[in-house]
């Protein structure tokens, strides 16, 4: 059965950092581009980040860049999303996604694998 796992989530002031974590089944790892999207009270889901297989290529949603980094350990079959000088407008469940490539996982058709999503809340 393919697992996707997020961890990290929680409760942050405004400026605050977080990071979350993401645990992934063999099934849904090897070969994989690995994501983060992202879906507000109210909003549609929105894609956030993504990395590839061999780590060559990375993508950012472009509100968060130069706050948000993802990273992947092959060995441990995780990926992770730093994220750094969070604001309000960050509030949301936050999932993490797994497709063919990262270029896929920028919209939602090129996700093959969710996870259940953990939750991030940033205060003012």
């Known amino acids: 059965q393919v697992q996707l796992v997020e961890s990290g989530g929680g409760l942050v002031q405004a400026g605050g950092s977080l990071r979350l974590s993401c645990a992934a089944s063999?099934?849904?790892?090897?070969?994989?581009?690995m994501g983060w999207f992202r879906q507000a009270p109210g909003k549609d889901r929105e894609f956030v980040a993504a990395?590839?297989?061999?780590?060559?290529?990375?993508y950012y949603l472009d509100s968060v860049k130069g706050r948000f980094t993802i990273s992947r350990d092959n060995a441990k079959m995780m990926v992770y999303l730093e994220m750094n000088n969070l604001k309000p407008e960050d509030t949301a469940i936050y999932y993490c996604?797994?497709?063919?490539?990262?270029?896929?996982?920028?919209?939602?058709?090129?996700?093959?694998?969710w996870g259940q999503g953990t939750h991030v809340t940033v205060s003012s």
């Open positions: 063999e099934r849904a790892w090897r070969g994989y581009g």
């Open positions: 990395i590839g297989w061999g780590h060559e290529d990375t």
């Open positions: 996604a797994a497709g063919r490539s990262a270029a896929a996982l920028r919209v939602e058709l090129g996700v093959d694998y």
